[in-house]
């Protein structure tokens, strides 16, 4: 059968990119090597925060309040919870660029945000603690929260289905045959044909920028996070709002306990340089670990420095300036590629893929992808 569109990586981007086209009717497969979700690649971890005003660049907020939208529409289609609305404050020193992009964000898209100095931030969240002797400036956004991967992937997974999209699991593609105006996608298990491909492998994405003579420098990154027992009448998420803070020890993000999990934190620059086949994927109890996440709660937020009720492992996948890749390949314009999220791209996936969806069907989008082009590379293409 020839498809219109075979997507290679059912995870985050790949079965919204799926949803997205086969709602336009469009004839779809994805293949996975797994059986998403599960906890092998990007998407491990329970919950990702969405943030609306982007410390990381105000250019991202577009992206992220039609990925809000979308979330909540994905919601109506969901008896799980998909959003949990419990706002997030971001923290940081005064003279903090990161703070000041929340704050730039907001206004240049008219969206609620909150401003405190030291004093305001203990007040309203008691739960925080400001050992130091430098001056603290936050924010907190109302309308951002919590959202649950596995609801997420699972609900996209089924209405794709429901749009008659096809999905192969466990099942890893080994080549791509590049013909002038279809790609024929090997697995080890058969040949599957299509008039365009997606490839959105996450962390094993360099494998294919190899193949498709692309010399864009990715790099997966192990990640860790940990659920640590917290003082509920500070912590649970009736009363505390996931966090982002900027402190000289890193840059660190975190969520409330929602339910009795506890409150979990990560800290996002941080993690070695892996192989994705062959890395270590169990959480270290009682060693480095668990130690760089515990010294954040201890100074920050002594009273959710409890007892570690579990840890996890994920996989970063980072460009060189951490921002994404979505876009055609220069020579071949039937290969597509959704790459490089680097730590920051799940709360993007249902925009993303409704984007990516009309990009490939020649479609406009309602979203700009210009800034995550290729091009911004220099010397994308071996050989030129």
């Given amino acids: 059968m020839k498809y219109d569109v075979i997507v290679i990586g059912a995870g985050t981007m790949g079965l919204a990119t799926g949803y997205y086209l086969a709602k336009q009717n469009a004839r ?39 990925s809000q939208k979308l979330w909540d529409e994905l919601q109506k289609n969901s008896e799980e919870p998909i959003f ?27 969206l609620p945000l909150t401003m405190y100095d030291q004093e305001g931030l203990q007040e309203q969240f008691p739960g925080l603690n400001f050992p130091t002797k430098e001056t603290h400036v936050g924010c907190f956004e109302s309308e951002s929260g919590v959202l649950f991967v596995d609801h997420c992937l699972k609900t996209y997974r089924r209405l794709a289905l429901e749009e008659e999209a096809e999905l192969l699991v ?59 027992e917290a003082d509920p009448t500070l912590f649970d998420a009736s009363v505390f709002p996931g966090f982002t803070a900027e402190t000289k020890e890193g840059l660190f993000y975190g969520f409330p306990s929602i339910d009795g999990s506890g409150v979990k934190v990560g800290r996002h620059d941080y993690g070695e340089p892996v192989d994705p086949n062959s890395f270590e994927r169990d959480f270290a109890y009682n060693s480095e670990d668990e130690r760089v996440l515990r010294s954040f709660l201890e100074k920050w937020m002594p009273k959710a420095a409890g007892q570690i009720k579990k840890g996890k492992t994920c996989l970063y996948t980072m460009t060189t300036d ?29 925009g993303i893929g409704e984007s990516l969806a009309d990009r490939v069907m020649n479609k406009e989008s309602p979203i700009d992808l210009s800034m995550f082009k290729l091009n911004r590379f220099s010397n994308v293409t071996k050989g030129k």
């Fill in 28 to 66: 779809v497969l994805m293949i996975d090597a797994n059986d998403p979700p599960h906890q092998e690649g990007s998407h491990g971890g329970d919950t990702r925060l969405i943030r609306h005003a982007y410390g990381e660049g105000r250019a991202y907020t577009p992206l992220a309040s039609r």
């Fill in 84 to 110: 949990k609305k419990t706002g997030i404050v971001s923290f940081a020193n005064e003279q903090s660029a990161f703070i000041n992009e929340i704050k730039q964000s907001a206004k240049q898209y008219d």
């Fill in 170 to 228: 466990n099942n890893q593609v080994i080549d791509l045959v590049i013909d002038q105006d279809t790609v024929c996608v090997v697995t080890k298990d058969g040949q599957h044909t299509g008039k365009q491909v997606v490839i959105a492998t996450g962390a094993w994405q360099a494998q294919w920028f190899e193949k498709l003579k692309l010399e864009v420098k990715i790099t997966p990154k192990r990640q860790v996070f940990g659920w640590f």
């Fill in 322 to 350: 951490e921002d994404f890749i979505i876009d055609q390949h220069p020579d071949h314009k039937q290969v597509w590629l959704a790459a490089g999220f680097s730590g920051h791209g799940f709360k993007f996936a249902s």
